[in-house]
Nanobody, 127 residues
Framework: QVQLVESGGGLVQAGGSLRLSCAASGRTLSRYAMGWFRQAPGKEREFVAAINWSGSRTYYADSVKGRFTISRDNAKNTVYLQMNSLKPEDTAVYYC????????????????????WGQGTQVTVSS
């Protein structure tokens, strides 16, 4: 099992930026695809972005494409989500997750494919 800890959330004005980090302990992340998901109050958890094990392939929800960037540093056992041009509708708890499929060429947008989850970090965007 991988322990995942998100950080970097906070309160920001619309148009601002935040960078979320997801640090892992207990096992290396370098073999796993990783994803970011979010859940707003009263809504279901939704896919935000994903990255394959090497970082060569990335995937985004249409709602964040062009504004968010997912990346990873396997040497630091950390995954990042750079969020620019934030909108009030981006307000949610953001979760990172690890897919234990080793060395997958792709990364899934389906939360059911992910095995380990962090506790989440709150992002609030004010208008």
């Amino acid at each position: 099992q991988v322990q995942l800890v998100e950080s970097g959330g906070g309160l920001v004005q619309a148009g601002g930026s935040l960078r979320l980090s997801c640090a892992a302990s207990g096992r290396t992340l370098s073999r796993y695809a990783m994803g970011w998901f979010r859940q707003a109050p009263g809504k279901e958890r939704e896919f935000v972005a994903a990255i394959n094990w090497s970082g060569s392939r990335t995937y985004y929800a249409d709602s964040v494409k062009g504004r968010f960037t997912i990346s990873r540093d396997n040497a630091k056992n950390t995954v990042y989500l750079q969020m620019n041009s934030l909108k009030p509708e981006d307000t949610a708890v953001y979760y990172c997750a690890a897919d234990h499929t080793y060395y997958s060429y792709s990364a899934s947008n389906n939360s059911n494919e992910y095995d380990d989850w962090g506790q989440g970090t709150q992002v609030t965007v004010s208008s």
